[in-house]
């Protein structure tokens, strides 16, 4: 690895791909990025185990930072691949997600077997018995690529609904995404139920 990280760094100066301050560019992938990408080595996939005892995930989402402009600039110098223009960085998307949700947002489900359509613009069309979440939070942190956003709901509010099909986040009373399970979700004897939606950004500038 080290001997692949010094011929890369005759052509392209791996300085500018590493935080401030950095003396040696080469062990700082060597003794922080390698160790991070073990220790994801199985987080992949549906099946994926996370290594939550054994890394931060602020370490991941600087490292990921830092390795994906390194990444772009090696497919720009050995494989001529040009850097499309207007393309979002992570930390652009991140902030323009941040704005629309910067008012707060709100979450529902609601008892509506009816599939939903990509051209809803609400959420509840026909009337049907819904519950709202609450204790919102968002989370920017623990997706590198994205934010999160989260809701629960607790108490005899759960025994209002006898299924719920679909699952909507709201911004500014407007419809941004949705969830549709065809066969509904029951929830007797449940006590508490939490919802997390992801807006993560899928660009071909990533690797």
């Known amino acids: 690895m080290k001997r692949a990280l010094k011929e890369i760094n005759t052509k392209i100066s791996l300085s500018d791909y590493v935080p401030k301050n950095t003396s040696n560019p080469i062990d ?10 073990c220790d994801l ?59 629309v949700f910067s008012e707060g947002f709100e979450m ?35 997706l590198p690529d994205g934010i999160i956003a989260k809701g629960n709901i607790e108490g005899e509010i759960l025994a209002e609904v006898n299924y719920l099909y ?15 399970f065809e066969d509904g979700i029951t929830l007797m004897g449940t006590d508490k139920m939490e919802c997390w939606f992801s807006v993560r950004l899928k660009s071909n500038d990533l690797p």
Not at 28 to 33: H, I, L, N
Not at 110 to 131: A, F, H, R, S, W
Not at 166 to 180: P, R, V
Request: with cysteine; glycine share 6%.
């Open 108 to 142: 529902l489900a609601v008892d509506d077997p009816n599939m939903p359509q990509i051209t809803d613009k609400e959420c509840n069309l026909g009337g049907y018995p819904e519950i709202s979440f609450s204790n919102y939070s968002l989370d920017n942190i623990s």
């Open 166 to 180: 679909k699952f909507c986040l709201l911004s500014e009373n407007n419809l941004f995404m949705f969830k549709f």
């Open 28 to 37: 700082y992938f060597v003794d922080q990025q390698y160790p991070i990408r």
């Open 41 to 99: 080595f199985h987080a992949k996939g549906s099946n994926c185990i996370l290594p939550f005892s054994e890394i931060e995930i602020s370490n991941i989402a600087n490292a990921y930072e830092y390795l994906h402009r390194l990444w772009k600039k090696i497919t720009n110098v050995y494989f001529y691949v040009p850097n499309s223009g207007g393309s979002f960085t992570i930390a652009g998307f991140k902030d323009l997600t941040n704005g």
